[in-house]
């Protein structure tokens, strides 16, 4: 996937878990999860910015594997709204599939990257 596409679609997805945590419910779990969620989830694009302005393949792969790691952690939030009942299944499903190929393409990219850095 070329960088501009990549760059879309992590920003439309940032956009999909804003208005996902502000709908979720107005009490002390919605409000810190929603927090945590939105901090992960948001990093994702930001991060794999920094990535494109890499200095070096090893910066790349340092900022890439920032990008792997918030991608993770926005899953396991979305996991555990299920779990907790914060939020409908269905509503969440299609951002954890977005981010699943989001996190899926990250690895392959890094796996990439080190192996032409050998």
Same mark, same amino acid.
């Given at each position: 996937? #070329?960088?501009?596409?990549?760059?879309? %679609?992590?920003?439309?997805? /940032?956009?999909?878990?804003?208005?996902?945590?502000?709908?979720?419910?107005?009490?002390?779990?919605?409000?810190?999860?929603?927090?945590?969620?939105? %901090?992960?989830?948001?990093?994702?694009?930001?991060?794999? %910015?920094?990535?494109? %302005?890499?200095?070096?393949?090893?910066?790349?792969?340092?900022?890439?594997?920032?990008?792997?790691?918030? /991608?993770? $952690?926005?899953?396991?939030?979305? #996991?555990? *709204?299920?779990?907790?009942?914060?939020? #409908?299944?269905?509503?969440?499903?299609?951002? $954890?599939? $977005?981010?699943? $190929?989001? *996190?899926?393409?990250?690895? /392959?990219?890094?796996?990439?990257?080190?192996?032409?850095?050998?």
């Amino acid at each position: 996937m #070329d960088e501009k596409t990549f760059k879309t %679609r992590t920003q439309q997805l /940032a956009i999909n878990f804003i208005e996902l945590t502000d709908s979720l419910p107005k009490t002390q779990s919605g409000s810190v999860i929603g927090k945590q969620l939105l %901090r992960s989830a948001t990093s994702v694009g930001a991060n794999y %910015r920094a990535a494109c %302005r890499g200095k070096s393949v090893a910066d790349v792969i340092a900022k890439m594997s920032i990008v792997e790691e918030e /991608a993770d $952690e926005t899953l396991y939030w979305c #996991d555990l *709204l299920k779990q907790a009942r914060l939020v #409908d299944e269905n509503i969440i499903q299609p951002l $954890e599939k $977005e981010m699943g $190929e989001i *996190l899926a393409m990250t690895v /392959a990219s890094i796996k990439t990257l080190k192996s032409k850095k050998s």
